[in-house]
């Protein structure tokens, strides 16, 4: 009786009080160092790439001469709206033509290669098909191929139709997204459950009023990451607006922008002005990313919950 009251009896001090404390010494001491180390990693990057945008707010806001004799990263004589009204003013205001065709072929472009993405991937996530792997493997080698490889011969296509230096010649290829199909896919056979669209079929709902209804709600960060991907593609998208446009009230900012930078030589005052392009030009980029990065939250909140 008396060895089984001595193998049952508690730990003392001497056996367990050590050990315990030195866990709870290491537990406190190790996720300290290792937010410091995060926290300073995240600061040094922070600054990196915050850096060029301080420095190009610092530079818009000087004159011609002040961007060249005064210390790049800080401010001289503040000349911020006079530098916007004179770039507005420019040539008739062709800047903002610029931006206006910048938004047109990014916002339309961008909100119409989400959806035929969405479709798509949809349909190879959702439906069987014969060749429907196939087609999914066709779309995984469209991701590997650079954009740039497929500039001239999307020239010579649209040179036989007639589309070259038009409107749809910077449109119409901004359309294919096959990222948006592999993202669209993936995101569909684990968000949008075959009970759920089996429910709605037996209410009577058709394919494309299900797929409008309820897959696309549920797909929505999915789409938001698709639509900020294709956006910014579009918008720094140089080399296709290169070799398809001449016109320059077609010009896309980017490309505008690079015009007169390449005509500082001859006209030096093009300086301030391309300085304060630029920064103009990322501003609805910046917009975006903040409007609509609550639709992430939102996502990422409810697959937690699920």
Known sequence: MSAVTTSRRPLGPRAGGPRSGATRSGAVREPLVSRTSAMLVMAVFTVYFLLPLWWLLVASSKSTGDILTTNPLWFADMRLLSNIGDLFAYRDGIFLRWLGNSLLYAGLGGAVATLLAAMAGYALAKYRFPGRELVFDVVLGGVLVPATALALPLFLIF????LTNTFWAVFLPSLVSPFGVYLARIFAASSVPDELLEASRLDGAGEIRTFFTVSLRLMSPALVTMFLFQFVAIWNNFFLP??????????PVVFGLYGWNNQLNQIPELRGLVLIGALLSVIPLI????????????????????
Do not use: D
């Open 287 to 306: 917009v975006i990313f903040l409007l609509l990065q609550r639709f992430w939250r939102n996502g990422l909140g409810t697959g937690a919950l699920k």
């Open 159 to 162: 040179s036989q139709v007639q």
């Open 242 to 251: 290169l070799i398809m446009l001449r016109s320059e009230e077609l010009f």
